[in-house]
């Protein structure tokens, strides 16, 4: 089973994933990006970090199951990793945007499965403003908001991410759902 963990940037993706998934024992799928490490983000783990120029090389040589530019930044997903999970026929989860959501659930069917997560538009602006981050990446964030957050008619499982104990258990009872043996009945 592949989760796709999505929805407005800024809601909780990465951390309801990293939490969940760490107690269920799911491994992420880790996205290449060619924008800069944040303070505390580890390369491997979080992303690989790249340059434009190795991103751009590796895309040309077909590497990429799927990438996407957001702000002038490239992210996306190499095929090796992707088949990897695939041949050992385990679970795992990645965090990517509407349009990798997309590419993914289209390539895996209904062994993929789309979990969206989402706050209030004001909610997303004071959990940045609390992280410190500045004025413009705060509007950039606003910006994408409204065509994110119409993704959310498209996917499987929706969670307004307010309460993030009440979101874990709740994601964590989906995830159980989908992994348990299927029957044929
Ligand atoms: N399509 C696609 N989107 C990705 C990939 N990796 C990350 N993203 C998305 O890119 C966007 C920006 O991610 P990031 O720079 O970490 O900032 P965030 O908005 O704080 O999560 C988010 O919507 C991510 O889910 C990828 O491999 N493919
Ligand atoms: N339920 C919640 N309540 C308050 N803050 C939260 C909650 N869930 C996540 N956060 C915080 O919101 C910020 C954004 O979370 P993050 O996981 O980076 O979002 P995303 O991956 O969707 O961009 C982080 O500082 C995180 O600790």
Redesign the pocket.
């Known amino acids: 089973m592949i989760f796709i963990f999505t929805?407005?940037?800024?809601?909780?993706?990465?951390?309801?994933a990293r939490k969940v998934c760490e107690q269920l024992g799911i491994k992420k799928i880790v996205s290449y990006t060619t924008r800069e490490p944040r303070s505390k983000e580890v390369e491997g783990t979080d992303y690989y970090f790249i340059s434009r120029a190795k991103f751009i090389a590796d895309d040309l040589k077909g590497e990429f199951f799927q990438t996407a530019e957001i702000d002038h930044i490239f992210y996306g997903t190499k095929k090796v990793n992707v088949q990897a999970i695939v041949d050992e026929n385990e679970s795992a989860y990645l965090?990517v945007n509407r349009s990798g959501a997309n590419r993914i659930k289209f390539e895996f069917k209904e062994q993929a499965v789309r979990l969206f997560?989402y706050v209030q538009k004001q909610t997303v602006r004071e959990?940045?403003e609390?992280?410190g981050e500045s004025f413009e990446v705060i509007e950039h964030y606003m910006q994408h908001y409204t065509e994110e957050v119409t993704y959310r008619k498209d996917c499987e499982h929706v969670y307004e991410?307010?309460?993030?104990s009440h979101?874990l258990e709740l994601v964590k009872q989906t995830m159980e759902e989908h992994l348990l043996p299927q029957t044929t009945e």
């Open positions: 929805g407005t940037s800024g809601s909780g993706r990465k951390t309801v965090i997560i959990r940045l609390a992280r991410n307010i309460d993030l979101t």
